[in-house]
């Protein structure tokens, strides 16, 4: 893995001799710091809960990425990343169109019965984490069903009129 120096690393992808194994350990660090850098809370007042979230975020983050890699065929899989960018996005889209109002709904009620406030709480932390563990469980499924054995499948399928 390179840290500083780019030339060798573009050289192999230009040549496109880099393997998802080796390009597993930047997403993985790139999703780990990413989701560092989002679960820091915004305000000045940190409390416990606040530590515990982002330790738990940042865990999710990279297991999830892993898992997705798993699902993309580990080792022998292919385009890991476009993949995951590519497929994240629309993921990440319906996502947030389900869980927008559904999750404005859930914190209303949460509001109402004291369970969630001003500062984070366990509620926030569990309502989040579960989102995010089934962002990655979508995402991994959607990759799985690019492989080209699943790809053979469906195709098979469709000529078969099954579809």
């Given at each position: 893995?390179?840290?500083?120096?780019?030339?060798?690393?573009?050289?192999?992808?230009?040549?496109?001799?880099?393997?998802?194994?080796?390009?597993?350990?930047?997403?993985?660090?790139?999703?780990?710091?990413?989701?560092?850098?989002?679960?820091?809370?915004?305000?000045?007042?940190?409390?416990?809960?606040?530590?515990?979230?982002?330790?738990?975020?940042?865990?999710?983050?990279?297991?999830?990425?892993?898992?997705?890699?798993?699902?993309?065929?580990?080792?022998?899989?292919?385009?890991?990343?476009?993949?995951?960018?590519?497929?994240?996005?629309?993921?990440?889209?319906?996502?947030?169109?389900?869980?927008?109002?559904?999750?404005?709904?859930v914190y209303a009620v949460a509001y109402y019965y004291g369970v969630t406030g001003d500062?984070?709480?366990?509620?926030?932390?569990?309502?989040?984490?579960?989102?995010?563990?089934?962002?990655?469980?979508?995402?991994?499924?959607?990759?799985?069903?690019?492989?080209?054995?699943?790809?053979?499948?469906?195709?098979?399928?469709?000529?078969?009129?099954?579809?």
């Open positions: 893995m390179y840290w500083v120096r780019y030339q060798p690393l573009k050289e192999r992808l230009s040549k496109r001799v880099v393997s998802d194994r080796e390009a597993l350990p930047y997403l993985l660090f790139f999703s780990g710091l990413e989701a560092f850098a989002f679960s820091i809370p915004a305000s000045s007042v940190m409390n416990r809960w606040d530590i515990v979230s982002t330790i738990l975020y940042v865990l999710i983050a990279i297991s999830g990425v892993f898992y997705v890699y798993r699902r993309n065929g580990g080792s022998d899989g292919y385009d890991i990343i476009q993949k995951f960018f590519v497929l994240g996005w629309i993921v990440a889209i319906r996502f947030m169109i389900v869980t927008l109002p559904v999750g404005g709904l500062q984070t709480t366990l509620f926030d932390i569990i309502f989040f984490n579960v989102i995010s563990a089934f962002y990655y469980e979508r995402l991994g499924k959607h990759i799985s069903d690019t492989n080209e054995r699943n790809g053979e499948e469906a195709i098979t399928a469709v000529a078969q009129g099954e579809c």
